[in-house]
């Protein structure tokens, strides 16, 4: 019996009804924080707007700063993601975008409910229930996105080629013996490496300690590919003996 293959990195897949396949890179809790934070300085920034002109008009002043305080933090979001292609301000700034969980558009019933919802994410305080969930779901979702079928992802822009997607990194002897183990690691590595966003290989090969502690970006990740050669050509050596 096969076992399905783990996802790796943060992948969404969706099969059209035409038959093709789209990928979707869901957002993790740190960036969404981040196009948050630049919504709420957007939103501020309006509000003080607001409060100067509310100076000016007296009691009418101070009931149109609660109005327009209640329609930024409630509307704002909304308008945005349902005319503006699933992006606030501080999405847009981010490369980020609400989509439902098939890839389309949203509508305003799934952009209504995912921010309705947004108050219950915010308990007890800070929004620490949603930046919970959030890690606990594999696509990064909070209480309101889980409600709504929707999925914060990373824009559609040319991402740079999977490490190892063409294998062409050379070959190169480990700096030091490697264990059976190690070995076997590397050699995995390299055979899953095309598998890997960039992002995702020179994290696991920053892990690899002292065989690549001097080195950065893709250089990294490089280096364990050129590795692996040798050492699958060791192993082929050993065969063909």
Known sequence: MTT???????VHRVATPEG???ELRAAGPVVRARAWFLDFLVRFGVWLLLAIGATIFGQLGVGMLLLGAFLLEWFYPV?????????????KACGLAV???DGRPLGWSAAGIRNALRGVDFLPFGYALGFIVSLLDVQGKRLGD????????????????AVGADNDAGSEAPPFPLTREEQVAVIEFCQRASQLTPERAAEIAAAAGP???DLDGEAAPRRLLRIGNFLL?????????
Do not use: H, S, W
Not at 146 to 161: F, I, M, S
């Open 99 to 101: 989509v439902l969980d």
């Open 20 to 22: 093709c396949d789209i």
């Open 211 to 213: 065989l690549t502690v």
């Open 233 to 241: 050509g060791e192993e082929a050596r050993k065969v063909d003996a």
């Open 146 to 161: 889980l409600a709504a079928g929707t999925l914060v992802v990373y824009l559609d822009v040319p991402r740079p080629k």
């Open 79 to 91: 308008v945005f993601e349902v005319y503006r292609n699933g992006q606030t301000p501080g999405k």
């Open 4 to 10: 399905p293959p783990a996802r790796l990195d943060n």
